[in-house]
């Protein structure tokens, strides 16, 4: 199952993460979506990116965020790649990741950057949209 809906945690033009074509495994065992990063200067224009518990990883940000502490993250059991959202005592949201391409040329993207937690409620809106599409 597929949702046109799209996540995204957007801090400022240059510094924001975006899931979109977010799909859920026919065996409920996991997700892909195509991810975009920008962090600064660096960015990656759209990879796909493959996570493990969508609903999981709502419920998680939905505590760190009331909280004001605790971390959340997407990933699957074996691979390195990831993206986290820490929370902190003052208010801010640190969002940090790696991504990962193999190949002839190995390219990896090592990503970091803080938001103010205001940030919080538009982007856990669009994961709950798309969490109510996938089911």
Same mark, same amino acid.
């Given at each position: 199952?597929?949702?046109? %809906?799209?996540? %995204?945690?957007?801090?400022?033009?240059?510094?924001?993460?975006?899931?979109?074509?977010?799909? #859920?495994?026919?065996?409920?065992?996991?997700? &892909?979506?195509?991810? #975009?990063?920008?962090?600064?200067? @660096?960015?990656?224009?759209?990879?796909?990116?493959?996570?493990?518990?969508?609903?999981?990883?709502?419920?998680?940000?939905?505590?760190?965020?009331?909280?004001?502490?605790? #971390? %959340?993250?997407?990933?699957?059991?074996?691979?390195?790649?990831? &993206? #986290?959202?820490? @929370?902190?005592?003052?208010?801010?949201? &640190?969002?940090?990741?790696? &991504?990962?391409?193999?190949?002839?040329?190995?390219?990896?993207?090592?990503?970091?950057?803080?938001?103010?937690?205001? @940030?919080?409620?538009?982007?856990?809106?669009?994961?709950?949209?798309?969490?109510?599409?996938?089911?």
């Amino acid at each position: 199952m597929k949702s046109d %809906a799209h996540i %995204a945690f957007a801090a400022s033009n240059t510094e924001f993460v975006e899931l979109s074509e977010i799909e #859920r495994f026919a065996d409920d065992s996991g997700y &892909v979506s195509v991810i #975009r990063i920008g962090s600064g200067e @660096f960015a990656c224009s759209g990879k796909k990116f493959y996570f493990a518990d969508l609903p999981g990883f709502l419920e998680d940000l939905k505590t760190s965020h009331r909280a004001v502490r605790g #971390r %959340a993250e997407l990933r699957t059991q074996y691979e390195e790649e990831f &993206v #986290r959202f820490e @929370f902190t005592a003052r208010g801010h949201v &640190v969002v940090s990741g790696l &991504v990962r391409e193999y190949g002839n040329f190995d390219r990896m993207l090592r990503f970091g950057f803080e938001a103010d937690q205001s @940030f919080m409620p538009p982007f856990l809106a669009s994961i709950e949209r798309v969490v109510a599409a996938l089911k």
